[in-house]
């Protein structure tokens, strides 16, 4: 499972051997590499916490609060902290483990608190994972001082919030209700900032102009049009209730898109040169949604295009043969020893360094139905931003 030497640090034998197991295991990438990394992490860091482990003193959720608050530790911080903490270990739970590892980790290496605050603040960030009914997780790891003013803001803007609701007699909302919707409203207002950034931008700058901020929502016509509830898809999220989408469609910027009635995938446009056209290129992000590696969902927007048979080999530049790939898998396919086929259905087939074949489907943007079997059929949905 090792790949060519490339220089590139997202190809590496973790990331080859996590490809495969997402695939046999039908878990995501993610959760593959974070498996990989763990057994590696634990024989080569933690040969005690591993042992402890294996024989049964300590369950895997243990195993992983040492190895989560120790894993960016100096080895020999590392090792004391690990030998001190582990006899406890046994008849702590799990969230009780992880204060006596923070504890010891003060009270041993009290010199090296600040390195620490400054290695753990390059690990900032801020995730979106889709819940049910329509609704996200937004999740966020900050600085103590950034989450605190953030969190001051919201109680401040809620406050404000409760005063305006009781003078208006408004809906009574929660205070965990009106802080989410001010958090909510801070993303709206900075995206109406940014369009007319853009829009000044362009004025001014004519073609060299930057890309412009959306919010991509698809939704069938005949949801808009309120002849049925067909859900709408809400771009990096997934589908949405049909009402949502025809409120977002209120203020929107309208781009006609043609979806297959049987299979309700994007229909194709050709192209000849190897770069695709801005066109193009959102036609085909649009219609992947994802990286199409199997258990790979990192958003097709942020991804290569790659051609599935080589441009130098005679791949078209078209449709047909380009697809959505993350950087990690892009690089994989030509460097981890992978084949990749995409069939005209759509489809991708993927066979590993094992010889073992998986495949992904293609993406479903519009309603499929078994009334329109008819291969030269197009329905048509309306996009947009």
């Known amino acids: 499972m090792r790949p060519d ?3 590139h640090r997202s190809l590496n034998p973790v990331t080859n051997t996590a490809a495969e197991i997402a695939a046999r295991c039908h878990t995501t990438t993610r959760q593959a590499e974070n498996q990989v990394g763990h057994a590696l992490q634990l024989i080569d860091d933690f040969p005690h916490t591993h042992a402890a482990l294996s024989t ?3 369950d895997h959720r243990r195993a992983r609060v040492i190895t989560d608050e120790l894993g960016g530790q100096h080895p020999e911080v590392r090792t004391r902290v690990e030998t001190a903490a582990l006899p406890d270990a046994p008849g702590l739970d799990a969230v009780a483990l992880r204060k006596r590892v923070k504890r010891l980790l003060h009270e041993l290496t009290p010199a090296e608190t600040a390195e620490r605050h400054r290695r753990a603040r390059d690990t900032r960030y801020v995730a979106v994972t ?4 329509g609704m996200t997780h937004l999740e966020a790891l900050l600085p103590a001082e950034d989450a605190t003013a953030l969190t001051t803001a919201l ?3 809620a406050a404000d919030a409760k005063r305006t609701d009781t003078s208006t007699d408004a809906p009574a909302r929660t205070t965990d209700q009106r802080r989410a919707d001010a958090l909510a409203e801070l993303g ?3 995206l109406e900032a940014c369009a007319r950034t853009t829009n000044v931008g362009d004025a001014e700058a004519g073609a060299a102009r930057a890309r412009p901020v959306a919010v991509h929502v698809t939704v069938p016509f005949t949801a808009l049009a309120g002849l049925d509830d067909q859900p709408g898809h809400l771009d990096g999220y997934g589908p949405i209730p049909a009402h949502v989408a025809r409120e977002l469609a209120t203020d929107g910027v309208w781009t006609w898109l043609r979806t297959h009635p049987a299979t309700g995938h994007l229909l194709t446009m050709g192209h000849t040169r190897y770069r695709p056209s801005p066109r193009l290129a959102e036609f085909i992000r649009t219609r992947d949604t994802t990286c199409r590696a199997p258990g790979c969902h990192q958003p097709a927007r942020h991804a290569d295009l790659d051609h599935a048979i080589r441009y130098a080999t005679g791949g078209a530049t078209s449709p047909a043969n380009l697809h959505a790939l ?3 898998h892009h690089l994989l396919k030509h460097h981890g020893h992978w084949t990749v086929t995409r069939h005209p259905d759509g489809t991708t087939r993927w066979r590993s360094p094992t010889g073992h074949q998986y495949r992904k489907p293609p993406e479903e943007l519009g309603p499929a139905t078994a009334r329109h079997p008819e291969a030269d059929r197009t329905g048509g949905e309306a996009k947009f931003s």
């Open 5 to 7: 030497t490339t220089g």
């Open 56 to 58: 049964g003193l300590i």
């Open 130 to 133: 889709p819940a049910s009914d």
């Open 155 to 157: 109680n401040a803007a």
């Open 188 to 190: 709206w207002a900075a």
């Open 326 to 328: 993350c950087r990690t």
